[in-house]
């Protein structure tokens, strides 16, 4: 079949006036706060405490909790074992509050930095202290090598290496690159964040640009994974860093996550399908209650006390480090694995051709995985003595899991289409406001149409939505225009012909 032939079948479906092209992005269920356990009453104090969707303050939410239980312990799956850390991505527009959510679920993270940033103050004297003492006593034994160089050797080996210099006081970072990032691991403490209630600019940001786009999805995909970090650079040398947790929470507006959600390398890389993604409805105009439940303030300030203390848990180490984790691994007991199995099974069936997850096979892939780690979470946070994961527990995750998966199908479905809707509505504004004629050919639309659009297999899809939409008409026969014949020529509706 040509092209003609089938651009004449779509005609066939022409509405009597055109339609719309940008189409709303379908409702989505309503969050399952209830499936939150202990952090349940947290997402819904700030829901009731800023009047914003309570997906966003229950995003926040289960950020935070990753972030602190992340180095505790990882967790068993139904295939071996994976962090518990998370990686989360909220969509709402600029108004939300956002950012009133995102620091009432940061105030212990960002109080435990204040801590750590004192702490390290004071480490770095005694460093500089400790140094200095070093470097004398090295020099001293160097002097003496030429009349003993056994006994200066043996009185090196006894100094030892160069005192280290304290950790960083940080654990969180808004734009960090995967270069920084990396560069900076031996003195970064080994649970980190990337949580930005302005995930816009990491997203357009530096790091992921065209020329660092791949190697940052790459990179933080490896610290989901939990797989350890390498560098090798001729000025820096080798270094292996294993034992590192990273979570994430980047909140970013609808433009701005279109585009990654679109992104080809995001989605081929499989990054995509490690985050949790929700766009809630938005409550802009519905705000309207003065004041918040005191008891709101009482149950988000017990959630702050429980994550400052699991911020402060030591953290299991591999002997002699002081930054590389070897976490133990938390169990699933025999009702959670049946769970879990159950989702797992219920999962994989809709991913076959003609099943409801069959779009999005890289995130649904991943659902039982996610199940797992947001039942580690919430075992964590609630208990970080716990020795498995409960099968009611499982069955609260799995439950989130499910609603993870149908925002990842309504979300990145949406982002697709919205991209060539938004590139079709393109051409339509053109061909009525700028084209002086009233019908179109490909051949013309690819030498006078919009810069970015002038490739005619492009154009052939994009004409394609513009007759289904009405808004061109097929000619039979072709047409001339613009004294020339056109064998395939359309006639365009709208305008002022």
Known sequence: MNAHESFSQTSDHVPEEPTPIMRDLPAPEPYPVDAMGSLRPAAQAIHDMTQAPVAIGAQSVLGVAALCVQGLADVETLHGSTPASLFLLTVAQSGERKSACDKLA?????????????????????????????????????????????????????????????????????????????????????????????????????????????????????LWDGAPIDRW??????????????SAHLMAQPVAAAGLLADPIANGQGFLARFLLTEPCSAIGTRLRVGHDRASEIALE??????????????????????????????????????????????????????????????????????????????????????????????????????????????????????????????????????????ISVTDATQFGPGDLREARRIRKLFKILIEHGWLLPIDGGADIRGKRRREAWRIVGGSF
């Open 302 to 439: 017990a959630f702050k006390t429980r994550a400052a203390a699991l911020l402060r848990a030591e953290l299991p180490m591999k002997d002699g480090a002081r930054n590389e984790l070897r976490p133990p691994l938390l169990a699933l007991s025999d009702p959670a694995r049946s769970v879990l199995q159950a989702f797992a099974l219920q999962v994989e069936k809709e991913q076959a051709k003609g099943g409801q997850l069959e779009t999005v096979r890289p995130f649904a892939s991943k659902a039982a995985e996610h199940a797992a780690r947001i039942a580690a979470v919430l075992t964590l946070f609630a208990d970080e003595r716990a020795a498995a994961v409960s099968g009611e527990t499982m069955a609260q995750a799995t439950t989130l899991a499910a609603y993870y998966v149908n925002e990842a199908a309504r979300l990145t479905d949406a982002a697709t289409i919205s991209e060539e809707a938004a590139a079709a509505e393109k051409l339509r504004k053109w061909l009525i406001e700028v084209w002086p004629e009233r019908m």
């Open 233 to 246: 650079r001729g000025g820096d040398g080798v270094a292996l860093f294993p034992g590192r947790r990273l």
């Open 106 to 222: 940061m105030a212990a993270v960002r109080e435990f930095e204040t801590e750590l940033g004192e702490i390290s103050r004071e480490d770095g004297v005694r460093h500089l202290n400790a140094l200095d003492i070093w470097s004398q006593r090295r020099k001293e034994i160097i002097n003496t090598a030429k009349k003993d160089p056994d006994g200066a050797s043996a009185d090196l080996d006894a100094l030892g290496p160069e005192p280290e210099p304290p950790l960083f006081a940080t654990i969180v970072s808004g734009d960090p690159t995967l270069e920084g990032l990396v560069k900076h691991m031996g003195r970064l403490r080994p649970a980190l964040g990337l949580f930005s209630d302005e995930g816009g600019s990491f997203v357009g940001g530096h790091a992921m640009n065209s020329d660092n786009k791949l190697k940052t999805v790459a990179g933080l995909s490896k």
